[in-house]
């Protein structure tokens, strides 16, 4: 059980409107009843970690649930032994794994930082890392630095716990639904889910219950606008006037897309109000060279001067690509193996995926 206990960035407001609520004209009146000095109260009151003992009382003295108004940790990442070297595939959500992008994540991140948040998408062809930018963006912030590689930017924005993250995969059929995509974000925001979850009372209660930060991480939004006939104009256009009009610039959304999504809404028969919104795109494609020999120095065991350049030529800096080259030469090395024959395998490897490269002029 942890030592300390901190109120979730969620409910701080709720935690200062019971004050006056239980009768405390100040702080000071609530620290002389329960006999915790002042700082202890502000501790508890502004967020910051304090005894769990002290905690629960206090929440008491509030007529709070000392559980419910907690900040609960995320579950524990598992630690770099567990970790694959070279993920050749699945989207990487260990940020630990997670190479390059360092210019579009400043700009996405800088539309996050102020009042009102903004909204961006990131286009980038099939297998480019879309998904994997999507989960670094969410986890980056709030990953504990021993569980980064030495230097490894986190500080992207002050005071990241106070902001919520939601991750939609709409490629997840128990969310093509208008009352399973609703349901799903009132869940993860910790907002109550009202009876029934339609559109008019989601909007009611996200304009009632947002009083804190919120990201909304839309993954391939095609699949949503191709094959959902529940997520229809009128959904998206309350997803906007939320964004726009409600939510006291509390709300942004980034999507990730193979295309434009206006461009996308037009060819799936949408209007595009909605999607007038995403008013920064990150166009994502190869890595630049510095970012493709950092992954490549990330082996463990290094790879020959040689062969480094030979990975760069052939993947032409595209993630997957670099990964699978990286995967094949690291076998190789570890069984051993000085010869070039690797090489040849690599191709091999790589070959589904040439559409990312870019054609001979
Ligand atoms: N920033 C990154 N750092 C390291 N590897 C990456 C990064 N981005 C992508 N990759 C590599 O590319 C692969 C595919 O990434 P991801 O699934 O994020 O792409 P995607 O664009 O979402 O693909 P899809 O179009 O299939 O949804 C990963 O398995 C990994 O090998
Ligand atoms: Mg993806």
Redesign the pocket.
């Known amino acids: 059980m942890a030592r300390s206990l901190r109120v979730d960035p969620k409910y701080i407001d709720k935690v200062k409107s019971a004050l006056q609520r239980n009768n405390y004209p100040s702080q000071q009146s609530l620290a002389n009843d329960s006999g915790f000095s002042l700082s202890t109260v502000k501790s508890f009151l502004n967020g910051k970690p304090v005894d769990y003992v002290n905690f629960e009382e206090l929440s008491n003295k509030l007529g709070l649930d000392f559980q419910a108004i907690a900040y609960k940790e995320p579950d524990p990442q598992p630690t770099n032994q567990e970790a694959s070297p070279?993920?050749?595939?699945?989207?990487?959500t260990q940020p630990r794994?997670?190479?390059?992008?360092e210019k579009e994540l400043k700009r996405l991140f800088n539309l996050l930082k102020r009042y009102p948040l903004q909204n961006a998408a990131i286009i980038?062809?099939?297998?480019?890392?879309?998904?994997?930018?999507l989960?670094?963006l969410k986890n980056i912030t709030t990953t504990p630095v021993e569980q980064l590689r030495p230097g490894q930017k986190s500080d992207w924005l002050p005071h990241s716990e106070t902001y919520q993250w939601v991750f939609v995969d709409l490629q997840d059929s128990r969310i093509h639904s208008r009352e399973g995509i609703l349901k799903y974000i009132l869940e993860s925001l910790n907002i109550k889910v009202p009876t029934p979850c339609d559109l008019d009372h989601f909007m009611n209660v996200v304009e009632e219950n947002l009083s804190f930060r919120a990201v909304i991480l839309l993954?391939?939004i095609s699949v949503g606008l191709e094959r959902c006939s529940e997520l229809d104009d009128t959904f998206w256009e309350s997803l906007r006037s939320l964004a726009t009009n409600h939510t006291r610039g509390n709300l942004s959304f980034i999507l990730?897309t193979?295309e434009s999504p206006i461009d996308l809404a037009k060819n799936t028969g949408h209007s595009s109000p909605f999607f007038n919104i995403f008013g920064y795109t990150a166009y994502?494609g190869a890595?630049t060279e510095a970012a493709a020999r950092r992954?490549i120095a990330s082996s463990p065991i290094p790879f020959p001067d040689e062969d480094i350049e030979w990975i760069l030529t052939h993947s032409q800096c595209q993630?997957?690509l670099?990964?699978?080259l990286c995967l094949e030469r690291l076998f190789t090395l570890e069984e051993g193996e000085n010869d070039d024959n690797w090489r040849e395998e690599g191709l091999r490897q790589i070959q589904p995926f040439t559409d990312l490269l870019d054609k001979p002029k």
């Open positions: 070279f993920i050749t595939g699945p989207p990487i794994s997670f190479f390059g992008r980038g062809k099939k297998r480019s890392g879309k998904t994997s930018l989960h670094y993954d391939e990730s193979p994502i890595f992954l993630p997957l670099l990964q699978i």
